[in-house]
């Protein structure tokens, strides 16, 4: 049994274990702008996920310091990339929360799987 295999099998039964715990965000991926400059999102698809509400300080893609309000951890690949299309998280994306709360995606990370090209788990860092 290789690393990889050993490390997919531990996500698949973390995702497995912790399902019950696990809330529905609603994800929806952005398309563009329309002609007026608002943003476009593809349909909303719901997805299960972790959700840990803790402040948190990152930096963000354009290098500045700012806290986090939650972190989302995605354990079930599958349903990531059906929900993307194969894409991944983008970093104009946008979660929706059960209470209908949201915020910019700050940051987002996973290690990826070299056999597939995709992160064996995604974590997203919400602002």
Do not use: W
Request: no cysteine.
């Amino acid at each position: 049994m290789s690393l990889l295999t050993a490390l997919r099998a531990g996500v698949a039964v973390a995702n497995t274990v912790t399902r019950p715990l696990q809330a529905i965000v609603t994800y929806e991926r952005e398309l563009g702008a329309d002609a007026y400059g608002q943003r476009t999102f593809a349909a909303p698809v719901g997805l299960h996920a972790i959700i840990d509400f803790k402040a948190a300080m990152v930096r963000t893609k354009e290098g500045i310091l700012t806290a986090t309000r939650s972190t989302v951890t995605l354990l079930d690949i599958n349903e990531v990339i059906a929900a993307t299309g194969g894409m991944g998280i983008g970093n104009n994306d946008r979660f929706t929360f059960p209470d209908g709360d949201t915020g910019p995606l700050l940051d987002i990370s996973g290690f990826v799987d070299a056999g597939t090209g995709h992160p064996i788990a995604t974590t997203v860092m919400i602002g």
